[in-house]
């Protein structure tokens, strides 16, 4: 299979800036996969598509403040990394600014010696390795010195951090946000356990690998970033019963989407901690996943891979037409995708 053949073209004034105010004031995309027919509405109108005896299954992860900015001990060069990974208590996996360089064992100065950081290793893919040495709590330290990182293609100043945070958003440990949460309020969540809905809560810390993009021609080639998650044993009870009773598991978000796939074994969920690399393109059966609200991804991205898998690839660059026509808003702060 192609990588191309997920292409589409999109303007970039559709690239949305800024959240919606209110969250729930989304536009939101109905996709129903079995008919193949799209509905459009606003998000806050997502608990009419909710039935009795469905599990909305989210992620709690909170995004860090882990862009940090430091000076190379003895020459005082500017440098800028990003925490990516937590591999053990004060080691983590980040990424260095493009352009800046470091050599095993050279350190990097923040906020005037509060943190260190000591180069260990040097990745295959580019990534580092480094050991942070400090007094205190890392987690105290990070907040005062550290910035929540927006993606890339986010050039505008966010006023208020916590618009980049779900309101469920509870573990620390991402590099960004699980944007398809962004769109909840608390008031809607109660609205939709009120319709006879059960809602679980899993974590998958997000890294900077969901997006990177696809470099090899055939899918197939693509080298899969691995994240880390934590199914409880509540949430797969939960999720588990409802598939023995024929209920829908709605999945908010790939990170959500991809953790209860990995954590699936003939057709139930395993309660657990792991690491996963699992990627789900077209051709793939989903065990666990019957439903996903997602927003609207990169061209060629393996998250619009994974939504295709489950809506089918031709329904869902169709989708992706009509948004562009009907100037929907993408990616982060976009609007939202349902599929059902």
Request: hydrophobic share 40%.
């Amino acid at each position: 299979m192609r990588v191309k053949d997920f292409d589409y073209d999109l303007p970039a004034e559709l690239i949305a800036q800024h959240p919606v105010e209110p969250r729930d004031h989304s536009r939101l995309m109905v996709v129903n996969k079995e008919k193949g027919e799209l509905f459009h509405a606003l998000f806050k109108e997502i608990v009419d598509f909710f039935q009795p005896g469905d599990v909305l299954v989210v992620n709690k992860t909170k995004v860090i403040p882990a862009r940090l900015f430091g000076v190379k001990e003895g020459t005082g060069a500017k440098i800028e990394i990003l925490l990516l990974n937590r591999k053990e208590t004060d080691t983590w996996e980040v990424l260095v600014k493009p352009g800046k360089r470091l050599k095993i064992g050279q350190r990097v100065i923040f906020g005037e010696g509060r943190l260190i950081g000591e180069l260990l290793e040097i990745l295959p893919d580019g990534n580092r390795i480094i050991k942070f040495l400090y007094q205190g709590l890392f987690e105290n330290i990070l907040d005062q010195l550290g910035q929540v990182p927006l993606p890339p293609y986010i050039t505008e100043k966010l006023e208020n951090q916590e618009r980049y945070q779900t309101v469920y958003a509870k573990e620390s440990g991402s590099a960004a946000a699980p944007t398809a949460g962004l769109h909840f309020t608390e008031r809607l969540m109660d609205q939709i356990k009120a319709k006879g809905a059960d809602i679980q809560e899993i974590v998958l810390h997000v890294g900077l690998g969901t997006f990177r993009p696809v470099k090899a021609e055939n899918i197939e080639d693509h080298l899969m970033h691995t994240e880390y998650y934590q199914i409880g044993l509540q949430a797969a009870e939960t999720i588990n019963a409802a598939k023995a009773r024929g209920s829908r598991i709605i999945a908010v978000g790939t990170t959500v989407s991809r953790s209860l796939e990995a954590a699936a074994v003939n057709g139930k969920v395993e309660a657990g901690a792991s690491w996963t690399d699992i990627f789900i393109y077209p051709g793939y059966t989903f065990q666990i996943v019957d439903a996903l609200i997602t927003n609207f991804h990169f061209p060629r991205s393996t998250l619009l891979m994974l939504v295709s898998a489950l809506a089918g690839q031709e329904l869902m660059l169709k989708a992706y037409e009509t948004a562009v026509r009907e100037k929907y808003r993408f990616y982060s702060f976009g609007d939202a995708m349902f599929i059902c």
